[in-house]
């Protein structure tokens, strides 16, 4: 029976993709499903009059162009690299389509063959730092780096989102929502709205937004610039779990990595990597998480604990049942390598820097669900060629036909490691090292690195294959910092994700596009999301002030482990 829990755990895969529910009808129409013809979609860019027409300084013009041509980001940190990358190379990784002059003069309609998707070459978050947030004084250097963007907030955007349809409220700073508004003003928009596409950090804002303004028929003249954009392809990092699936299958969305430094990236010097490294597991942070914002259309600021109706294991309980299996594992070579909260706002680089360690000397990363259903940590800890262990399903992963998840990482339900930890804990007198008699679920790992080694070789392999579509750079060759010699990846002929983007949006728009000239209304979720079936939920019940403080302690009690194998 021991064997049969440890296999089922060890092996199981996500489950089955979660079926498209029926009151928005069918995912994508069958005829949409056919491939595009990629060799023939062009890339428009847009050129942005920021001085004459915009108010931009000079000066300030200037240095966005040289911050974005930089070989690093110059916002080092989550969407700001995204931006920054996508908004740069997508030009270089896609042929470009130039329309008549008399076309772009507005001395002719516009047209195009219906395969070109048009891009606005404006990274917010960097034009942001190069324009409005220059010269601000932050109040620590994660701000810095994020480019003055403190004042965003997640819960907050959301609610004028849904009560006030975002009208008069910024989610980036004047000069972006200026560019916006000369964008949705040009006949290349009001003609292929459908084909533009827009890096956000946050694509449900503006959906909300959007359908609040289709729920008080507000006039187009006076919808904000986020509500106008809402309706073309939206490129971020993550996205609301009720309607996600759909935005993506149906071409509204397309999700990327979430950028990370070059040093989370394993160097093999072309070696042969062991399938055991010097650490087993690596478990990033145990602060508390909590249930997935965003999800409650009556109340979207409120945390919403269930995906469609399905409750999901609370991320607090889980993260608190894997902290107890790190520290009731049996054996005591190698080690566990357990990292505890530290001071991310005060040096993000050293604690950067003290995981990439980390995820370079582990065999294994476990991925527990966070704030959201994506982290960071994903991306890092395949960089680092290190295997994720997934606490939450892989079919919101990126580049779903690109990148086989399910070959290069493992799946654990969260509900089989937190009924493990009550039962030893009951078991075992409810001590925090308790471990009763049911198999410790990191003592499998353990059994697959003694008893498979050959697997988990294949797994790194296709690691370090599949991760260059994870990772920003520029060009084929990769240049240093990011040169790791493996030789199964052939010289100039290196992905990147600016092509892993270019082939999902040429999909995007391509169903886009067939929508569009079958005369197909815009989609429930995003005009009408209660008649849709969007979740309505309680409230998840707040703990005290004393008791979080009290959990988060114990939680990061865990001791430090060594790196002796």
């Known amino acids: 029976m021991r064997a049969r829990c440890a296999l089922r755990w060890l092996l199981a895969t996500a489950a089955a993709a979660v079926p498209l529910w029926a009151e928005n009808g069918p995912a994508v129409a069958a005829e949409d499903l056919s491939p595009p013809d990629f060799a023939a979609w062009r890339l428009y860019t847009y050129t942005v009059p920021l001085v004459s027409e915009l108010g931009v300084a000079p000066a300030a013009a200037a240095r966005y162009w040289s911050m974005l041509a930089a070989d690093y980001p110059s916002l080092p940190w989550d969407n700001g690299g995204v931006?920054?990358?996508?908004?740069?190379d997508l030009p270089r990784v896609m042929p470009a389509w130039t329309p008549p002059r008399a076309m772009e003069r507005g001395d002719m309609p516009w047209d195009d063959d219906g395969r070109?998707?048009?891009?606005?070459?404006?990274?917010?978050?960097?034009?942001?730092?190069?324009?409005?947030?220059?010269?601000?004084?932050?109040?620590?250097?994660?701000?810095?780096?994020?480019?003055?963007?403190?004042?965003?907030?997640?819960?907050g955007s959301m609610y004028r989102a849904q009560t006030h349809c975002l009208r008069n409220e910024t989610l980036t700073c004047p000069t972006y929502e200026r560019a916006l508004a000369w964008l949705v003003d040009r006949p290349?928009?009001?003609?292929?709205?459908?084909?533009?596409?827009?890096?956000?950090?946050?694509?449900?804002?503006?959906?909300?937004?959007?359908?609040?303004?289709?729920?008080?028929?507000?006039?187009?003249?006076?919808?904000?610039?986020?509500?106008?954009?809402?309706?073309?392809?939206?490129?971020?990092?993550?996205?609301?779990?009720?309607?996600?699936?759909?935005?993506?299958?149906?071409?509204?969305?397309?999700?990327?990595?979430?950028?990370?430094?070059?040093?989370?990236?394993?160097?093999?010097?072309?070696?042969?990597?062991?399938?055991?490294?010097?650490?087993?597991?690596?478990?990033?942070?145990?602060?508390?998480?909590?249930?997935?914002?965003?999800?409650?259309?009556?109340?979207?600021?409120?945390?919403?604990?269930a995906d469609r109706g399905t409750p999901t294991p609370d991320p607090f309980k889980a993260r608190a049942a894997l902290v107890h299996a790190l520290r009731a594992r049996r054996g005591a070579a190698p080690r566990t390598y357990h990292t505890g909260r530290a001071s991310f706002m005060e040096d993000p680089r050293a604690f950067m820097a003290d995981f990439a360690n980390a995820y370079q000397h582990a065999t294994f990363t476990l991925v527990p669900h966070g704030d959201t259903v994506t982290s960071s940590r994903i991306y890092q800890a395949v960089g680092a060629l290190s295997i994720p262990v997934f606490l939450v399903e892989r079919d919101h992963l990126p580049f779903q036909s690109l990148v086989p998840w399910r070959d290069i990482s493992l799946y654990v339900d969260p509900d089989d490691v937190i009924t493990w930890s009550a039962?030893?804990?009951?078991?075992?007198?409810?001590g925090a090292d308790a471990r009763g008699d049911a198999p410790?679920?990191?003592?499998?790992?353990?059994?697959?690195?003694?008893?498979?080694?050959?697997?988990?070789?294949?797994?790194?392999?296709?690691?370090?294959?599949?991760?260059?579509h994870l990772l920003y750079h520029a060009g084929d060759h990769v240049a240093t910092p990011y040169e790791a010699h493996e030789p199964l990846v052939t010289p100039g002929m290196r992905p990147s994700a600016a092509r892993s983007v270019a082939h999902e949006l040429v999909v995007a728009a391509h169903r886009r596009q067939l929508a569009h000239v079958a005369g197909r209304p815009l989609p429930l979720w995003l005009t009408n999301p209660r008649?849709?079936?969007?979740?309505?939920?309680?409230?998840?019940?707040?703990?005290?002030?004393?008791?979080?403080?009290?959990?988060?302690?114990?939680?990061?009690a865990a001791p430090s482990a060594s790196h002796n194998a």
């Open 83 to 88: 931006s920054h990358y996508l908004v740069r």
């Open 116 to 155: 070109v998707i048009y891009l606005l070459p404006l990274a917010p978050y960097v034009l942001c730092a190069a324009t409005d947030f220059w010269g601000a004084n932050f109040s620590n250097p994660l701000m810095h780096a994020k480019g003055g963007f403190a004042r965003w907030r997640g819960s």
């Open 188 to 305: 290349s928009w009001r003609a292929r709205e459908h084909r533009h596409v827009f890096v956000l950090l946050g694509a449900e804002v503006p959906r909300v937004a959007y359908a609040c303004d289709v729920r008080r028929a507000t006039p187009l003249a006076a919808r904000s610039v986020y509500s106008r954009v809402a309706t073309s392809i939206l490129v971020t990092t993550e996205g609301r779990r009720w309607s996600w699936r759909l935005e993506r299958e149906q071409g509204f969305l397309v999700t990327t990595p979430q950028w990370w430094p070059p040093f989370f990236m394993y160097n093999g010097s072309g070696a042969e990597l062991p399938a055991f490294k010097r650490d087993l597991v690596v478990m990033k942070s145990v602060a508390a998480k909590f249930c997935h914002r965003y999800d409650d259309q009556v109340h979207p600021t409120r945390l919403w604990c």
């Open 423 to 430: 039962r030893a804990s009951a078991l075992g007198g409810g």
């Open 440 to 468: 410790n679920p990191l003592d499998v790992l353990q059994q697959l690195v003694e008893r498979e080694p050959e697997r988990l070789r294949a797994m790194q392999r296709s690691l370090a294959e599949v991760r260059w």
């Open 531 to 556: 008649e849709a079936g969007a979740p309505v939920g309680k409230r998840r019940p707040k703990r005290s002030a004393q008791s979080q403080r009290s959990r988060e302690a114990d939680a990061n």
